[in-house]
T-cell receptor
Framework: LAKTTQPISMDSYEGQEVNITCSHN???????ITWYQQFPSQGPRFIIQ???TKVTNEVASLFIPADRKSSTLSLPRVSLSDTAVYYC???????????????FGQGTILTVHP | DTAVSQTPKYLVTQMGNDKSIKCEQN?????MYWYKQDSKKFLKIMFS???????INETVPNRFSPKSPDKAHLNLHINSLELGDSAVYFC????????????????FGEGSRLTVL
């Protein structure tokens, strides 16, 4: 399973764009990149998933360079409610079993200040 | 309605006791999981069931026994509790789509915080 490395913490201010980068140098051909958000006392929540290039949804964008050895989660115009832990996961979606074997890692603690 | 619900939310017990955590999902998913989150916030897979059958068992002590009476329920029973079992336990579910590929999205419950004294 590909290992991921993220910054332990980041600070930002309301209204700013936040970019969190994740390194996954040994990503495999079949691996997808998925980001989750976790608030205190809650379970992680799916944010976005991608394989290559750029993916955008209503809450975030995911940028993946051609070599796929890293990815960047971009949160536009953050608010105080975006303060949470953000996890980057890399794994193969085939069959659901290998995906479920993923360990989330330490994640990035994002703190948004007024 | 809560998609994945766990009970109890908090559980405080003494070493050596036996306890259970229940999980139910109303999403119609085929696959359910138990994860353990330790004090350092690492989330580790413990078990995974697909249509009531065990498909992942990740080096978990046999004091932990999952039980899936049907595909909407996955309960976790823990015997002879130890101090190191203190953690937050998360239940999750996902759906396997066409061709056996997961949609890639895990739906988590709110967690059950277990404290062993």
């Amino acid at each position: 399973l590909a290992k991921t490395t993220q910054p332990i913490s980041m600070d930002s201010y309301e209204g700013q764009e936040v970019n969190i980068t994740c390194s996954h140098n040994n990503i495999a051909t079949n691996d997808y990149i998925t980001w989750y958000q976790q608030f205190p006392s809650q379970g992680p929540r799916f944010i976005i998933q991608g394989y290559k290039t750029k993916v955008t949804n209503e809450v975030a964008s995911l940028f993946i360079p051609a070599d796929r050895k890293s990815s960047t989660l971009s949160l536009p115009r953050v608010s105080l409610s975006d303060t949470a832990v953000y996890y980057c996961l890399v794994g193969d979606n085939a069959g659901g079993t290998s995906y479920g074997k993923l360990t989330f890692g330490q994640g990035t603690i994002l703190t948004v200040h007024p | 309605d809560t998609a994945v619900s766990q009970t109890p939310k908090y559980l405080v017990t003494q070493m050596g006791n036996d306890k259970s955590i229940k999980c139910e999902q109303n999403l119609g998913h085929d696959t359910m999981y138990w994860y353990k989150q330790d004090s350092k916030k690492f989330l580790k897979i413990m078990f995974s069931y697909n249509n009531k059958e065990l498909i992942i068992n990740e080096t978990v002590p046999n004091r932990f026994s999952p039980k899936s009476p049907d595909k909407a329920h996955l309960n976790l029973h823990i015997n002879s509790l130890e101090l190191g079992d203190s953690a937050v336990y998360f239940c999750a579910s996902s759906q396997v789509g066409a061709g056996g590929r997961s949609t890639g999205e895990l739906f988590f419950g709110e967690g059950s915080r277990l404290t062993v004294l």
